[in-house]
């Protein structure tokens, strides 16, 4: 259970991340079309069955701390004020986060049919499905730690190239 709200946490950390670059005037994405009701309710099932949910549900109190540190950082005398303020914004926008799961929801209607959304639903719904939500959070963990343990080794074998071709020529690094 560590494993999954570590990936989960990373995975707010990405979405919170996205949050900002979108906040600071990032390239936006091209406007989805819009989709089918049917469609939109076959993705929010995907998404509620692999509960992308855990991934936003702290994004609106995430966006409040990091903007009131921000605000804290030019105005220290006011730290007792944004602290109070922080809060009431935090309450007022409480829910808020839901608009990312809809936003997902228009997403995979844009990249799926609504046929393959709902073979989607049926699949997830399936012994193998149920295996795959259950089971891919930890292959995605292991999987991330081959590849950081891999690019630690592929680092110093690099190094290591380096090392030998600046000696070829003379230099000691």
Known sequence: MKSLARILSAAGLA???????????AQQ???LKPASPAAIAAAK?????????????SAV???????KDQLLQNNLNYQKDL??????VAQKLAGREKEIGDGMANVY????????LK??????KSPLGQ??????????QFSMSYMNQWAQNFAETVNGEFRAEMRKRGKQI
């Not at 099932?45 to 549900?57: C, H, R, T, V």
């Not at 109190?61 to 903007?67: C, F, G, K, L, Y």
């Open 83 to 88: 602290n109070e303020v922080a809060a009431v």
């Open 29 to 31: 994405p091209p406007p």
């Open 61 to 67: 109190p995430n966006i409040v701390q990091r903007t």
């Open 15 to 25: 979405v919170g991340l996205a949050l900002t670059c979108v906040a600071a005037g």
């Open 109 to 116: 209607a844009n990249e799926f049919t609504e046929q393959e």
């Open 119 to 124: 073979d989607l639903v049926t699949f997830y």
């Open 45 to 57: 099932e995907i998404l509620a069955m692999k509960n992308a949910s855990a991934m936003y549900a």
């Open 131 to 140: 295996k795959l939500l259950t089971a891919e959070p930890r292959a995605i």
